[in-house]
């Protein structure tokens, strides 16, 4: 079983649908990177959080560590939001990364 | 901003030959990763460095080795080069404890090895 699981593996949605994507993890960690790569393969991260939520613009962030559970969330999707998802967590053990595989994301016009 | 730029968006080579991927940060960071990444699976940490000839294996480092002589440079090797290699290369780099802060990714290497 893999320690960190993204659902869906692939979504399609039509412009203006608010999206939830999701992130589960089967380790203590410190914190959660939420990162976007674009088809073009460059990755940008998103937000780094470890309680709570962060929002920034249409991204909203969320994490609930009791229930080992994060999602991010897009509001009034747009087809430039077409990208990878990831998910990855700094396990609080050792301080290593464990990334997920990713949600593919494409919001149709 | 931070930029990290690696050599090649893409690159074919011989199974067999030494391949050279090189990535250089301008942001003075102290950390430099290599990943790769396949489909259906998350990035898999090859090496990281915290310092100037300093290196750490990751996950994955058989077949591979590194070197980072400056700061700003940090290659990956790949000895002899097998079909398996065939992957995305991610070159990343941080500021201060190597894994807490965010990492600034490379645009990514698309290596075929033929």
């Keep these: ?109 | 901003d931070v930029k990290v730029t690696q050599s090649s968006r893409y690159l074919v080579k011989r199974t067999g030959e030494k391949v050279f991927l090189e990535c250089v940060q301008d942001m003075d960071h102290e950390n430099m990763f290599w990943y790769r990444q396949d489909p259906g699976l998350g990035l898999r940490l090859i090496y990281f460095s915290y310092d100037v000839k300093m290196k750490e294996k990751g996950d994955i480092p058989e077949g591979y080795s590194v070197s980072r002589e400056k700061k700003e440079r940090f290659s990956l090797i790949l000895e002899s080069a097998s079909t398996n290699q065939t992957s995305m290369y991610l070159c990343a780099s941080s500021l201060g404890t190597a894994f807490h802060q965010p990492q600034h990714f490379g645009d990514g290497t698309r290596l075929s090895i033929l």
């Excluded at chain 1, 960690?29 to 613009?57: D, E, N, R, T, Y």
């Design chain 1, 1 to 109: 079983k893999n320690e960190v699981e993204q659902s869906p593996q692939n979504l399609t949605a039509q412009e203006g649908e608010f999206i939830t994507i999701n992130c589960s993890y089967s380790v203590g960690i410190s914190a959660l990177h939420w990162l976007q790569q674009h088809p073009g393969g460059g990755i940008v991260s998103l937000f780094m959080l470890s309680s709570g939520k962060k929002k920034h613009g249409r991204l909203i962030a969320t994490i609930n560590i009791q229930e080992k559970h994060s999602s991010l969330h897009i509001t009034a999707s747009h087809p430039r939001d077409s990208a990878v998802y990831i998910c990855a967590v700094l396990m609080d053990s050792n301080y290593q990364l464990i990334w997920g595989a990713g949600t593919k994301l494409i919001i149709k016009p």
